[in-house]
């Protein structure tokens, strides 16, 4: 997810609202008639691409998302998890694997071109990032994996079993 206008000066930020694809579960205020239509977020994500599936569905069941021009949301992430956890890549990837296949449609082989490209995405980010030690990376990485294709979703330890 890109989160428009972030760092720049608050007097360059557009002031109008605007329709977008989905916004980030730190920052929505959701209409009673959504939850109603469609429930609560699902608990399968636990940690990361909830507020992405939960926006998707609501425009499935005819709703909008939008982003308020100059509202204000300070959000320090990484704070519950950590930046550099391998528990953070083992969520990315797992729940990143399950959206996509949830709100990919398509034929079988893009279905499987889709899946290939998350883990390669997934993978690069491993490789290229430097805070956090390669092997943990991988780890997770390959946890996640295995969680998403074993349909194992939810909590997880440290190390990326299911709790």
Known sequence: ?????????RSLVQPFTRTVDAVTGAAMLIRREVIDRIGLFREEYFFGFEGLDYCLRARQAGFLTARVGRASVLHEGNLSIGRTSQLRVYYATRNHLLIAS??????????WI??????VLNLALVATTRDLPRRSGLSGFAAGVRDYFARRFGHADEEG???
Do not use: K
Request: glycine letters at 10%.
């Open 1 to 9: 997810m890109r989160h428009r206008d972030f760092r720049r000066r």
């Open 102 to 111: 949830r709100f990919g449609a398509g034929l079988r082989a893009s279905r």
């Open 114 to 119: 889709r899946t290939g490209s998350v883990l």
């Open 161 to 163: 079993a299911r709790t």
